[in-house]
């Protein structure tokens, strides 16, 4: 029996060329690939500018950094992250001078984001930097005006092009492998604002940068190397053609596995106008041993995944502050319902562009089975 993997990335004889061209010009770094993977990415997010690195976690990283320095206008000494995510939002507050407080709250127990009265509530309390998690490609509900808000971060990891997650003054975007849009390893910051972009380009290499006329580079601020290799821009630029064909599968997919499992009453994240399905996660019944109905799927070749993390189950984030829209402020996670379910009972299925209508109905058909359904 074939072996029904969770996640499996598209790359076709295109990206395959694309690569080998770039590594028989023997440009390898910073070329002419990533120019012109900035200009159509940002075009195709409608964006005015992308600045490309060489991971989501670098974007993170590098936005936070520039929030910080005074440049941006707004120095926040805490953070809000959405309890429920991928501990790379909340792990970047820890490696930036002055590290602010990283303060976590509960999500949505359908949508898995943060519930738009959280965000209006944080902000209007003028409590910090705001980071809402677009999680698995659904658009955060978020308030009317946080396009005017400079204390504002999506991470877009999950939604790329997605409208709703594509706002805000600085859009955070992943191209790891199990991201709808691959490089390998990769990432990206959209921005419409020209000195910010400039200076997440400063960042992104070092802080030097060439000067017409000037022998040598020079050196305005210090910076990391955060640069995106030609070969993955070049993947990049093929797959951001693609991308509305493997979004489209995607979608197909997604919505066969809702229409099969809610008819036995299984409960998958919510669908949305405009949200991809980068993530096909669910959430198990209350009683069901998660890590035993994996090994049970495992068994007949099916791959699962814990769906993501609570953060507050992590040692890492034990004892983080937990916000609350209504004013209170809990002592504990206590205040967590919600990812405190997802964190045992969360679970992502298979879902990627060579996954088939049979392989689904086989996930489906071999889960609802052993759920007893």
Request: with cysteine.
């Amino acid at each position: 029996m074939t072996r029904i993997q969770l996640s499996r990335p598209s790359i076709t004889d295109e990206e395959i060329e694309a690569s080998a061209r770039v590594l028989r010009s023997r440009w390898l770094v910073y070329g002419p690939e990533n120019r012109a993977f900035e200009e159509e990415l940002a075009a195709a997010c409608g964006r005015r500018f992308a600045v490309v690195v060489s991971s989501g976690t670098a974007a993170l990283h590098l936005a936070l950094l520039a929030y910080l320095d005074g440049k941006s206008g707004a120095a926040p000494r805490r953070l809000l992250v959405p309890a429920f995510t991928f501990p790379a939002t909340a792990n970047i507050a820890r490696f930036v001078p002055t590290p602010p407080e990283v303060v976590l709250a509960d999500v949505d127990a359908h949508t898995f984001c943060l519930p738009q009265q959280t965000a209006t509530a944080w902000l209007a309390q003028q409590q910090g930097l705001l980071t809402a998690v677009h999680q698995f490609g659904f658009p955060s509900p978020l308030p009317t005006d946080i396009d005017a808000q400079a204390l504002y971060l999506s991470d877009a990891a999950c939604a790329i092009g997605v409208p709703g997650a594509m706002r805000g003054r600085c859009v955070c975007l992943s191209f790891h492998p199990r991201k709808l849009l691959t490089t390998g390893e990769g990432g990206a910051l959209l921005t419409d604002d020209e000195d910010l972009a400039n200076q997440l380009r400063l960042l992104r290499a070092h802080g030097m940068t060439a000067v017409p006329g000037a022998e040598v580079m020079v050196m305005p601020a210090s910076g990391l190397n955060y640069r995106l290799p030609e070969v993955a821009a070049a993947v990049g630029r093929v797959q951001l053609r693609r991308l509305p064909g493997l979004l489209a599968i995607h979608r197909e997919r997604a919505e066969q596995y809702r229409e099969r499992l809610s008819a036995v009453g299984l409960q998958l994240q919510a669908d949305a106008p405009g949200r991809i399905w980068q993530t096909l996660a669910m959430v198990l019944p209350d009683g069901v041993d998660r890590m035993a109905l994996r090994a049970q799927l495992l068994q007949a070749d099916i791959e699962t995944q814990i769906a993501s993390y609570g953060l507050h189950k992590l040692q890492a984030f034990a004892g983080a502050q937990v916000f609350s829209p209504t004013g209170e402020q809990p002592a504990s996670a206590t205040a967590l319902p919600v990812t405190e379910r997802l964190h045992h009972q969360g679970l992502a299925l298979p879902l990627h562009s060579e996954l088939s209508q049979a392989d689904v109905e086989r996930v489906c058909s071999t889960l609802i089975t052993a759920l007893g359904r």
